[in-house]
């Protein structure tokens, strides 16, 4: 095998465990089920004496 085709084949199977990571990540994140989650983890970023003062 000559260096060309193991540029190929890393680039090949380099995109495509990229393109399934990220649908894994995405199908992840919104599932319906994890949306309780998702919404504590974006309400607990800022606690009640981090607010600004009203």
């Not at 380099?14 to 649908?23: A, E, K, Q, S, T």
Request: hydrophobic share 45%.
């Amino acid at each position: 095998m000559t260096h060309e085709t193991y540029v190929i084949i890393a680039k090949t199977f380099g995109l495509i465990y990229l393109m399934v990571f990220f649908l894994i990540v995405v199908f992840q994140t919104y599932r319906p089920s994890r949306r309780a989650s998702a919404d504590h983890a974006a309400r607990s970023i800022l606690t009640a004496e981090d607010r600004p003062c009203r």
